[in-house]
Each structure stands twice: as structure tokens, then as C-alpha cells.
């Protein structure tokens, strides 16, 4: 009988009689049924603390995928917040590079401008060198003539050649035409500088006598050059080569341009500009400047469009990166070498003729 009845019951017939057996007679439906009772309410708190238990599981597990919920759309936030300062560093981006296009319009219909101007200069400057070559002829003939007409009367020509300084006249006159026959021929040279550099009449690839190109690109850069370095030529011996050499011109400007303003600061620098063949399809140009030299983290960044390290509003960063698309049209290359504090060797590779199926639309 003892053996059904539950452990709590047991143990309290145990505490009143000493044992259950010992509980007095007559009792047994009771304790049954208190016992009953007992493993009824049992039954009940087990089911309570299952239920309990289950809720508490599924709290849990709601609160983790609210945590989670939060976490991705936290994620998200911050994905989009970023994609808005991408965007808006795109704006600003879009928004420069509009502003460089219509700079660099601008350049070409001031090149243009330039171009028309210098061939408008060409017939003046045409005729007034030929009068001045003819004026030399005569004032020979006068100087020649008076020198005779004087030895023929010298009593009376003394004090009128006298009074006229014919001595200092007959000096100084050969002398300013000879100077002004110098301007002109300078005027020419910049006329035709000019015009070679901007190459306006040109459309279509053309082969092109390279040295000319860096000789008057050169010219035109001269002022940003000549105060702060000297130039040497070292050209070899170069075939013609098919390009579009206004483009080509442009390049030779910026990295010239570039090497100035390297050395620029520091003591007179030297520039080379060094030509030649390595093989019978390509030519090289170098340009080695003794300038301030590219740090090494920059050396990998300088031919990406806007990366500069000249201060804001000095360069647009543009200069190599217009470059570097050009060679490439040419299907060329451009290699710098560089050390900080010795200089800077910029090396442009260009095939001596365009390779077939690299045609491209004429546009100079
Ligand atoms: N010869 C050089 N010596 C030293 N640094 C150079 C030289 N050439 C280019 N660099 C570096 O490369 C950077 C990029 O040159 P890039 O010509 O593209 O732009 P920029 O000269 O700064 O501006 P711009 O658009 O006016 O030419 C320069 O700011 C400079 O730091
Ligand atoms: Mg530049």
C-alpha cells in the first residue's frame, strides 16, 4: 500500500506515526486519495515549469531575431549612409571634372583663337621683314653714297655731316636694322611656334617630324622653363612618326611643364630631353628633370585624373592623366622613374606607325 502512495505523503506519515506503516487503520481511501491529489498537483507544476520553460525559449529566441532585426538594419543605415557620401563625393566629382571639360574647351578655342591670330600676324610680318631686308640694301647704297659724295667735296660736306652726326648715323644705322631684322625673326619664330604647337589645320593622323614638335613646343613653354633650368637637347636620329602631334605636343607641355615645377624652389635645375630609336618600329622621348623627384606612395597615383600635390587652386591634377590617354590613343606607353631629392625620368614609348585595327575616329 505504502509503495503507491507519493514520497511527500510518505514522508509525512513517516514524521507523525514513525513509518507509514504505522498510520492507523481505516485510513487507506483517504491517503489514496490525498496522494492522488498529491501526484495531481504534481503533475500540474510540471506542466506549469514546461510551459514556463517553452515561453522563456520562445522569448529568447524572439529577442535574438529582434537583435538581429536591429543589427540589419543598423547595417543598412550605415550601407546607406555611405552610399550617400559616395554619392555626393560623385557630385562633387562629376561637378570638377564639368568644370575642367569646359576649361579645357575653353584652352582649345584660345589655342584656336591663338592659331588664327599668329596666321593673321604671318602677312604683315611677311612684308615688313622684306622691306627691312630691302631697307638694309639701301641704307648701304646711302652710306656708301654720302661717303663718296663727302670724299668728292669734303670742304663742303664736313660741317653738314658734322651737324648731323653722320659718323654716330652711319654706325647706328646698319645696327638697328640689323636688331630689327632680329625682332622680326623672333616674331616669325613665334608665329610659327604657334601654329606648329596647335596644329589647327590638322584632322586626320598625320606622320609628324617629332624633334620640330618638341622643338616648338619648347619655344612655347620657354618662360615657365627658362628662369629656372637649363635645357639640353640630345636628339637622335628619329623616323617620322604617324600621330596627331598637337596631342603629342600637349604631352611633351605637361611633362615639361611638370619638370620645371619640380625644380622650381630649389637651385637652377637641368632638363634633357633625350630621343631615340630602340627598335625599328618605336621611338622613345625621355625627359629628365634634376627637379624634387616623386615620393614612392605617390609614384603609383600621379597619371590618376585629379591626383595633385600642388597646392589647391595651383594644379588640377589632370596634366598626366590627359597624357596618359593620349600615348595609349597612340598605342604608347609612359614610364617615370624617380628619387626624391636627385629627379625625375619620364620615358614615352610610341609605335613609329599606328597598329592596324587601332584606327579611330579623325578627331584632332
Ligand atoms: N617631373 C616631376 N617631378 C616631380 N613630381 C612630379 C613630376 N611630374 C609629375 N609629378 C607629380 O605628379 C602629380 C600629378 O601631375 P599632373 O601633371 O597630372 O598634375 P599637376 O601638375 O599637379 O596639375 P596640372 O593638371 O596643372 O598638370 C604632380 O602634382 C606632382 O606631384
Ligand atoms: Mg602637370
Redesign the pocket.
Known amino acids: 500500500m505504502t509503495a503507491q502512495l507519493h514520497k511527500l505523503l510518505v514522508r509525512q506519515l513517516r514524521r507523525a506515526y514513525g513509518s507509514p506503516e504505522a498510520a492507523p487503520a481505516g485510513m487507506e481511501t483517504l491517503l489514496a486519495v490525498v496522494s492522488q491529489a498529491y501526484a495531481d498537483a504534481d503533475a500540474d507544476r510540471t506542466m506549469i515549469e514546461r510551459s514556463l520553460e517553452l515561453m522563456s525559449q520562445e522569448l529568447t529566441q524572439r529577442n535574438a531575431q529582434l537583435q538581429a532585426e536591429l543589427e540589419e538594419r543598423q547595417r543598412a543605415r550605415e550601407a546607406l549612409e555611405l552610399k550617400s557620401a559616395e554619392q555626393q563625393a560623385l557630385i562633387a566629382r562629376l561637378e570638377e571634372a564639368h568644370n575642367q571639360l569646359l576649361q579645357s574647351e575653353k584652352m582649345a578655342s584660345i589655342g584656336q583663337l591663338a592659331a588664327g591670330v599668329a596666321h593673321e600676324i604671318n602677312n604683315p610680318i611677311g612684308f615688313v621683314a622684306s622691306n627691312l631686308s630691302t631697307m638694309q640694301q639701301y641704307a648701304q647704297t646711302v652710306v656708301a653714297l654720302v661717303d663718296a659724295l663727302a670724299a668728292l667735296a669734303p670742304q663742303e660736306a664736313g660741317g653738314l655731316l658734322e651737324q648731323h652726326e653722320w659718323e654716330y648715323l652711319r654706325e647706328d644705322m646698319p645696327a638697328l636694322l640689323d636688331e630689327s631684322g632680329d625682332g622680326i625673326r623672333r616674331v616669325k619664330q613665334i608665329v610659327q611656334d604657334l601654329k606648329d604647337f596647335s596644329h589647327v589645320d590638322e584632322r586626320a593622323w598625320q606622320y609628324a617630324d617629332l624633334h620640330k614638335g618638341l622643338d616648338s613646343t619648347l619655344n612655347i613653354v620657354a618662360n615657365e622653363v627658362k628662369y629656372v633650368a637649363d635645357v639640353e637637347r640630345q636628339y637622335g636620329e628619329l623616323p617620322e612618326v604617324e600621330c596627331h602631334a598637337s596631342q603629342l605636343n600637349q604631352v611633351f607641355m605637361?611633362?615639361l611643364?611638370?619638370?620645371a615645377?619640380?625644380i622650381k624652389g630649389g637651385p637652377r635645375g637641368r632638363i634633357v630631353v633625350r630621343t631615340s630609336q630602340p627598335d625599328a618600329d618605336h621611338v622613345l622621348i625621355e625627359?629628365r628633370?634634376s627637379?624634387?623627384?616623386?615620393a614612392p606612395q605617390?609614384l603609383p597615383r600621379?597619371?590618376d585624373p585629379f591626383?595633385?600635390?600642388?597646392p589647391v587652386g595651383?594644379?588640377?591634377?589632370?596634366?598626366?592623366?590627359?597624357?596618359w590617354g593620349i600615348v595609349r590613343d597612340h598605342g604608347g606607353r609612359i614610364d617615370?622613374e624617380?628619387q626624391v631629392g636627385e629627379?625625375?625620368t619620364?620615358r614615352i614609348v610610341l609605335p613609329v606607325q599606328r597598329l592596324a585595327g587601332e584606327a579611330k575616329p579623325d578627331v584632332a
Open positions: 605637361n611633362v611643364v611638370n619638370a615645377h619640380a625627359f628633370d627637379g624634387s623627384g616623386i605617390h600621379i597619371f591626383f595633385t600635390t600642388k595651383s594644379g588640377t591634377g589632370l596634366g598626366l592623366s590627359l597624357s617615370v624617380s629627379g625625375t619620364f
